[in-house]
């Protein structure tokens, strides 16, 4: 049973969230949501799991490995069984949902699987044994799903989801994340209305000044909860509440509904995550944490540009001084640490960290390695660059320094190392792990820039090319294998492990782990640069093991060498 404590949280909350709603619909709510956590748990045994220095995840969609003869899902849990099952043991599918567009983000019905792709039961399957983290695409729904349709028809459910906004609505404040037009005008309500659509034409906003829609989304954590998804992405979250004037992100509304959101996680008999995606500047992207009561895991948004730069240019200036500031987490909070995703490399997160300048220096480098770029608009009608559309190994693949691109493989080791062994939960892009390039192809047919990092693989070609030990795919995979694999045996790995920075100059990346039981340390030590580099250390680490090289040893006492890009973790144990 919820808690008279959580019952007394969830009504503040929504009567902070709703105060302009007559005080009998927000207790109608209040126990809407007691009676959806109630018959929750009482049909549901309690579980519970554990995030340690083991949990590493893999992202990908239901389709990233096909084949003629299986549902996508079945194919993809069969290479997933034969190649990833022994070092990773949690899966982000991104969207698997009926969708109209955005490779699955314009969700039609949170209810179903595509059924290309296969049917609940695979996802129950995988979750026997691996933890599943599914997308909540909550800011916007798709314009051909039934929810719009039945909004245009005044029908339940879609009755009044949708936010309608009338011309006095000012907009001149709001942050954009594309350049589309933003407002769409209707009149089929008998006046004059603007449909409000965020990310694209065909993903209109919903309307969380309406309850019902809180409501259904709170019921689609639960359907998922019984199909085995354990891990909620809140995707675009910041974004979802919109008051005229304002810049309508991040408004205080919206942290509330996280914090509600996390309660009702909290109350459930299984234990599940809240992780919300905010592909901004980093304070804003902090305040999802709250004060340990809204997300459980952050996305670490700054950390693949600014690592990225820092390998390109070879400099670790920034990069040291961002890891310095960056707070550790607390228990039951965590950074999901990524270099590649399914879109592309946030530049927002940039924002305060790197000058203008350096931030154009980095875009001219990356479009020189085959970069598209995604813009949002700003003001006075100007446009900015949102993000880059690259894979991780064509945006470490030549630097200026090195044009042919002769250390490119180090470069895309070391970034992976650096990315494994920072505190939070490691999350690596499927195609990351076969160092795949561009897909111009697909990107010529669709003209989607995003679609350049979303390769799909034909399940007989990549096992083909993993038996083969001298092909590229085969190389990737088994360095990153070994990566993730000693990983995630190391206590100092934990997610909330201490992180301390130390400082051996602008060519050196360099940080300390603390396991939370204090017994094991690793310096992890990274050579940012193609030069040798010498550092010297304390003789009290002599003894200590690097965990990548057992047999490196100190060149004397306290002098240790590293290799172009390479990558060390030192451990007292």
């Known amino acids: 049973m919820l808690s008279q404590i959580n019952k007394k949280k969830i009504k503040y909350k929504l009567n902070k969230i709703f105060n302009f709603l007559p005080k009998n619909e927000i207790d109608l709510c209040a126990r809407e949501i007691s009676l959806i956590i109630n018959n929750f748990n009482k049909n549901n045994k309690k579980k519970k799991w554990l995030v340690s220095e083991k949990t590493a995840m893999v992202i990908c969609y239901g389709d990233s490995v096909y084949s003629k003869n299986q549902k996508n899902l079945t194919t993809f849990q069969n290479f997933f069984n034969k190649k990833l099952t022994k070092f990773i043991d949690t899966i982000h599918f991104l969207p698997f949902y009926p969708s109209s567009s955005d490779s699955g983000f314009a969700v039609k019905d949170h209810y179903k699987i595509d059924n290309k792709l296969g049917n609940w039961s695979d996802i129950k399957k995988f979750a026997k044994k691996k933890q599943i983290m599914s997308d909540i695409v909550i800011n916007h729904a798709s314009a051909r799903g039934l929810w719009f349709k039945n909004f245009l028809k005044e029908k339940k459910p879609g009755k009044d989801y949708f936010l309608l906004v009338n011309s006095k609505f000012n907009i001149l404040k709001v ?117 340990n009561d809204e997300a459980n895991w952050i996305y670490n948004f700054s950390l693949p540009p600014l690592l990225i730069h820092a390998l390109l240019f070879e400099n670790g200036t920034y990069l040291n001084n961002w890891s310095k500031r960056l707070p550790n987490t607390k228990k039951n909070n965590a950074y999901l640490n990524f270099i590649a995703s399914h879109d592309g490399i946030g530049m927002r997160p940039l924002e305060g960290i790197l000058t203008n300048k350096l931030i154009k220096n980095f875009l001219n480098r990356l479009k020189k390695n085959g970069s598209k770029f995604s813009y949002r608009k700003i003001k006075n009608k100007k446009r900015s660059v949102y993000e880059s559309n690259i894979t991780i190994f064509d945006a470490l693949k030549k630097s200026d320094k090195d044009k042919k691109g002769k250390y490119s493989f180090e470069r895309y080791l070391t970034a992976h190392a650096m990315m494994f062994s920072f505190d939070g939960v490691p999350a690596l892009y499927f195609n990351s792990f076969f160092g795949k390039s561009n897909d111009e192809t697909k990107y010529v047919i669709t003209g989607n820039n995003r679609d350049i990092n979303r390769y799909r693989w034909n399940e007989e070609n990549i096992l083909n090319k993993l038996r ?50 204090k017994k094991q340390t690793i310096v992890c030590l990274y050579n940012l640069t193609s030069r040798l580099q010498k550092i010297r250390l304390s003789s009290n680490y002599k003894t200590w093991t690097n965990l990548l090289k057992p047999d490196a040893k100190f060149i004397n006492k306290k002098t240790i060498i590293l290799n172009p890009f390479e990558s060390m973790w030192l451990s007292n144990k």
């Open 175 to 291: 942050v954009r994340p594309r350049d589309h037009e933003l407002l769409k005008e209707i009149n089929i309500f008998k006046k004059k209305d603007y449909l409000w659509r965020t990310f694209s034409d065909d993903q209109i906003d919903l309307n969380f000044k309406n309850p019902k829609v809180l409501i259904r989304f709170i019921k689609i954590m639960t359907n998922l909860i019984k199909h085995g998804v354990t891990i909620f992405r809140l995707d675009a979250i910041a974004y979802l509440w919109k008051e005229s004037g304002t810049k309508c992100i991040n408004l205080k509304q919206t942290h509330e509904i996280v914090k509600i959101l996390r309660i009702i996680s909290n109350s459930l008999n299984t234990k599940t995550l809240i992780v919300t995606e905010t592909n901004l500047p980093e304070k804003e992207n902090l305040s999802y944490l709250g004060n």
């Open 468 to 517: 083969n030990k001298k092909s590229k795919e085969s190389l990737f995979f088994n360095s990153i294998k070994r990566l993730i694999s000693i990983r995630i045996k190391q206590k100092a790995f934990h997610p909330n492990a201490s992180r301390f920075n130390l400082n051996f100059g602008s060519a050196i990346f360099s940080f300390k782990r603390i396991s939370v039981d």
